[in-house]
C-alpha cells in the first residue's frame, strides 16, 4: 500500500515535465484552432461541407417524414386502431431519445466524425430490414432501431458549426434548412407515385437509398479540429487546418498551433455546472416545446387530410371508397390518400423555408433569444387559428404558416444549442437536447391522431399553451450568442 503515494508522485512529475516540453519557446508566436478557423475564413472547403453534411437532412427528414405517408396503408393492412397508428411514431422516437444521449456522449470521446458514419449505417441498415417487417410489433420494433441510427445525425451539424467562421454561421446553418425541405417533398412525392403502384414497402427501400449513397462521400469530410485538439491530437487538427486553408486559397496564422488538450470532455455533470444550469434546463424545455409542435403540425397535418375533419366539411373525402361499407365504418378508418391530399402535403411542407429569409434576418440582427421568442409566439397563434372555420384553401394556408413557424424555431434553437456549449461538451448537449426534444415528438401523435379525435380545440389550446412556456424561457435565457466565439472549455 505504500507504493501508491510514491506511484502518484511519479504520475505528477512525469506529467509536469510533459507540460513542460510542450510550453512553446519564449517570444514564438502561437494560435488556437478559433483563431485559424477565423483567420482561414469562408470559402470552397466550406460550401463542399455544406453540401454534404446539409444532405445529412435529405436522408434525416425521409426517414422521419416516412410515417406520415405510410400510416394509412399500415393502417390497413394490419387494421390498426388511433393508439396503435400513434405508438408506431412514438417508438420511432423513443429510439431517437435514448440512442441521442448515448451517441452524443461518444461523440464527444471518439469524434464526431466516426459517430456520423455509424449513424448513418445503422439507420439505413435498419431501415431496409423495416420494408421486410412480418407484423405490426417488428415493424414498430425496427423502426425505432431507425430512430436510434437517426439520432446520430446531429453530429453532421456540430462538424459544420465547428467549422464555420462565427461571422458564417448565423447564415449558413439556417440555409441547411433547404435540405430537409428537399427530404420531406422528396419522400411525397415518391409516396405519391410509389404507394398506390408498388407499395408502402418498395417506399421504404427508395428512401433508404439517399442515406447509403452519403455514407459514400464522407471521406471528404475530415474529422473537426475542434474535437482532434480538445484530444490533444495536435498534429491532426493541424492537417485539417492546413487542407482547409489550401482549399480556400488562404492563408495560417503565422506561428505554431498550441492549445491545452481537454481530458475532461463529454460529463454529464459538466451540463448541470452552476455556470450551465439555467442554460441547459431552458434548453431542454425549449427543445421538448419546439419538436412537440413541429411533430404536431405534420401529423395533424396527415390526420386532417385522412379523416376531413376541417369544420365538419361535407367536403368529398380524401379519395373516395365507394360505398358505405363495413371497412369505411370501421374504428380503424382505413381511408387511403388521393393525389389531392399528397398535393396539399406539398404544399404545406413547403412552408418550411417560407421565413428562411426573415429567420436569418432574425438570427443575426435581433440575437438568437428574441428571434426564437416572435417566432415561437406567433407559432401559438397560429395553432389557435387552426380553429377557425374556414375553406379548404384557408386550412391550407394556415398550415404553411406554422410550418414555416416551426422550422423557424427549430433552426434557432440548433444554431443557439450548438454555439453555446463549449468544445468538450457540445456534442454531449446536442445529443440531451435532441434526446428531450423526442420525447416532445414522442407525446405529440397522441395529441394529434388521438385526442384531437376527441377535442380539437382542447389539442390546439394544448398545442399553442407549450409554445407560449417556450418562448417565455427562449426570451430569458442567460447567454446570447450571437457574435460569440465559440468556447473551448467550461
Same mark, same amino acid.
Given at each position: 500500500?505504500?507504493?501508491?503515494?510514491?506511484?502518484?508522485?511519479?504520475?505528477?512529475?512525469?506529467?509536469?515535465?510533459?507540460?513542460?516540453?510542450?510550453?512553446? $519557446?519564449?517570444?514564438?508566436?502561437?494560435?488556437?484552432?478559433?483563431?485559424?478557423?477565423?483567420?482561414?475564413?469562408?470559402?470552397?472547403?466550406? =460550401?463542399?461541407?455544406?453540401? !454534404?453534411?446539409?444532405?445529412?437532412?435529405?436522408?434525416?427528414?425521409?426517414?422521419?417524414?416516412?410515417?406520415?405517408?405510410?400510416?394509412? %396503408? #399500415?393502417?390497413?393492412?394490419?387494421?390498426?386502431?388511433?393508439?396503435?397508428?400513434?405508438?408506431?411514431?412514438?417508438?420511432?422516437?423513443?429510439?431517437?431519445?435514448?440512442?441521442? !444521449?448515448?451517441?452524443?456522449?461518444?461523440?464527444?470521446?471518439?469524434?464526431?466524425?466516426? =459517430?456520423?458514419?455509424?449513424?448513418?449505417?445503422?439507420? +439505413?441498415?435498419?431501415?431496409?430490414?423495416?420494408?421486410?417487417?412480418?407484423?405490426?410489433i417488428w415493424f414498430v420494433f425496427l423502426r425505432a432501431m431507425v430512430g436510434g441510427g437517426v439520432s446520430g445525425h446531429a453530429q453532421g451539424l456540430i462538424i459544420k458549426t465547428e467549422f464555420l467562421p462565427t461571422k458564417y454561421r448565423g447564415y449558413m446553418l439556417p440555409l441547411s434548412q433547404v435540405?430537409?425541405?428537399?427530404?420531406?417533398?422528396?419522400?411525397?412525392?415518391?409516396a405519391s407515385v410509389v404507394n398506390p403502384t408498388i407499395g408502402w414497402r418498395w417506399l421504404i427501400r427508395i428512401a433508404s437509398i439517399p442515406g447509403i449513397l452519403l455514407i459514400l462521400v464522407f471521406k471528404f469530410i475530415p474529422e473537426s479540429a475542434r474535437y482532434n485538439i480538445s484530444t490533444g491530437?495536435?498534429? +491532426?487538427?493541424?492537417?485539417?487546418?492546413?487542407?482547409?486553408?489550401?482549399?480556400?486559397?488562404?492563408?495560417? $496564422?503565422?506561428?505554431?498551433?498550441?492549445?491545452? +488538450?481537454?481530458?475532461? *470532455?463529454?460529463?454529464?455533470?459538466?451540463? #448541470?455546472? $452552476?455556470?450551465?444550469?439555467?442554460?441547459?434546463?431552458?434548453?431542454?424545455? @425549449?427543445?421538448?416545446? =419546439?419538436?412537440?409542435?413541429?411533430?404536431?403540425? =405534420?401529423?395533424?397535418?396527415?390526420?386532417?387530410?385522412?379523416?376531413?375533419? &376541417?369544420?365538419?366539411?361535407?367536403?368529398?373525402?380524401?379519395?373516395?371508397?365507394?360505398?358505405?361499407?363495413?371497412?369505411? *365504418?370501421?374504428?380503424?378508418?382505413?381511408?387511403?390518400?388521393?393525389?389531392?391530399?399528397?398535393?396539399?402535403?406539398?404544399?404545406?411542407?413547403?412552408?418550411?423555408? +417560407?421565413?428562411? $429569409?426573415?429567420?436569418?434576418?432574425?438570427?443575426?440582427?435581433?440575437?438568437?433569444?428574441?428571434?426564437?421568442?416572435?417566432?415561437?409566439?406567433?407559432?401559438?397563434?397560429?395553432?389557435?387559428?387552426?380553429?377557425?372555420?374556414?375553406?379548404?384553401?384557408?386550412? !391550407?394556408? %394556415?398550415?404553411?404558416?406554422?410550418?414555416?413557424?416551426?422550422?423557424?424555431? %427549430?433552426?434557432?434553437?440548433? !444554431?443557439?444549442?450548438?454555439?453555446?456549449?463549449?468544445?468538450?461538451?457540445?456534442?454531449?448537449?446536442?445529443?440531451?437536447?435532441?434526446?428531450l426534444c423526442r420525447v416532445g415528438a414522442m407525446v405529440a401523435p397522441f395529441i394529434s391522431q388521438v385526442l384531437m379525435s376527441a377535442s380539437f380545440i382542447g389539442a390546439l389550446c394544448l398545442f399553442s399553451s407549450v409554445c407560449v412556456v417556450c418562448a417565455i424561457s427562449a426570451l430569458t435565457l442567460? @447567454?446570447?450568442?450571437?457574435?460569440?466565439?465559440?468556447? &473551448?472549455? @467550461?
Amino acid at each position: 500500500m505504500a507504493t501508491a503515494p510514491k506511484e502518484a508522485e511519479n504520475a505528477i512529475g512525469l506529467e509536469e515535465i510533459r507540460t513542460e516540453r510542450q510550453e512553446p $519557446p519564449k517570444g514564438q508566436k502561437t494560435f488556437t484552432v478559433e483563431e485559424a478557423v477565423e483567420t482561414i475564413g469562408f470559402g470552397r472547403f466550406h =460550401i463542399l461541407l455544406f453540401l !454534404i453534411m446539409g444532405s445529412t437532412g435529405v436522408a434525416e427528414a425521409m426517414e422521419i417524414m416516412l410515417i406520415a405517408v405510410v400510416s394509412p %396503408f #399500415i393502417r390497413c393492412e394490419w387494421q390498426l386502431q388511433d393508439w396503435q397508428v400513434a405508438l408506431v411514431t412514438t417508438m420511432v422516437f423513443f429510439g431517437y431519445m435514448v440512442f441521442s !444521449i448515448v451517441l452524443g456522449l461518444l461523440a464527444d470521446r471518439y469524434g464526431r466524425w466516426k =459517430i456520423l458514419l455509424l449513424s448513418f449505417l445503422w439507420a +439505413a441498415y435498419f431501415s431496409l430490414l423495416t420494408s421486410f417487417a412480418p407484423s405490426y410489433i417488428w415493424f414498430v420494433f425496427l423502426r425505432a432501431m431507425v430512430g436510434g441510427g437517426v439520432s446520430g445525425h446531429a453530429q453532421g451539424l456540430i462538424i459544420k458549426t465547428e467549422f464555420l467562421p462565427t461571422k458564417y454561421r448565423g447564415y449558413m446553418l439556417p440555409l441547411s434548412q433547404v435540405f430537409w425541405l428537399a427530404g420531406s417533398l422528396l419522400i411525397i412525392g415518391l409516396a405519391s407515385v410509389v404507394n398506390p403502384t408498388i407499395g408502402w414497402r418498395w417506399l421504404i427501400r427508395i428512401a433508404s437509398i439517399p442515406g447509403i449513397l452519403l455514407i459514400l462521400v464522407f471521406k471528404f469530410i475530415p474529422e473537426s479540429a475542434r474535437y482532434n485538439i480538445s484530444t490533444g491530437n495536435v498534429s +491532426a487538427a493541424l492537417a485539417t487546418l492546413q487542407r482547409i486553408a489550401k482549399m480556400n486559397r488562404a492563408v495560417m $496564422p503565422e506561428g505554431v498551433l498550441r492549445e491545452p +488538450a481537454k481530458e475532461r *470532455r463529454g460529463r454529464f455533470k459538466d451540463l #448541470i455546472h $452552476p455556470k450551465y444550469l439555467r442554460t441547459t434546463l431552458q434548453i431542454w424545455i @425549449i427543445w421538448l416545446g =419546439i419538436a412537440f409542435a413541429y411533430y404536431g403540425v =405534420i401529423l395533424a397535418s396527415a390526420e386532417l387530410l385522412e379523416r376531413d375533419l &376541417v369544420c365538419r366539411s361535407t367536403a368529398p373525402p380524401v379519395q373516395d371508397s365507394g360505398d358505405d361499407s363495413e371497412e369505411r *365504418r370501421s374504428p380503424c378508418h382505413c381511408r387511403l390518400f388521393g393525389p389531392a391530399a399528397y398535393q396539399t402535403m406539398i404544399i404545406s411542407t413547403a412552408g418550411d423555408i +417560407a421565413l428562411n $429569409p426573415l429567420n436569418i434576418l432574425g438570427i443575426n440582427f435581433l440575437g438568437r433569444r428574441l428571434s426564437l421568442c416572435i417566432t415561437m409566439g406567433c407559432t401559438a397563434l397560429f395553432f389557435l387559428l387552426l380553429n377557425i372555420c374556414t375553406s379548404s384553401t384557408g386550412m !391550407i394556408g %394556415f398550415l404553411f404558416m406554422l410550418r414555416a413557424l416551426v422550422s423557424a424555431n %427549430f433552426n434557432t434553437i440548433y !444554431i443557439y444549442t450548438a454555439e453555446v456549449y463549449p468544445t468538450t461538451m457540445r456534442a454531449l448537449g446536442m445529443g440531451t437536447s435532441g434526446s428531450l426534444c423526442r420525447v416532445g415528438a414522442m407525446v405529440a401523435p397522441f395529441i394529434s391522431q388521438v385526442l384531437m379525435s376527441a377535442s380539437f380545440i382542447g389539442a390546439l389550446c394544448l398545442f399553442s399553451s407549450v409554445c407560449v412556456v417556450c418562448a417565455i424561457s427562449a426570451l430569458t435565457l442567460p @447567454i446570447e450568442t450571437k457574435g460569440r466565439a465559440l468556447q &473551448v472549455c @467550461i
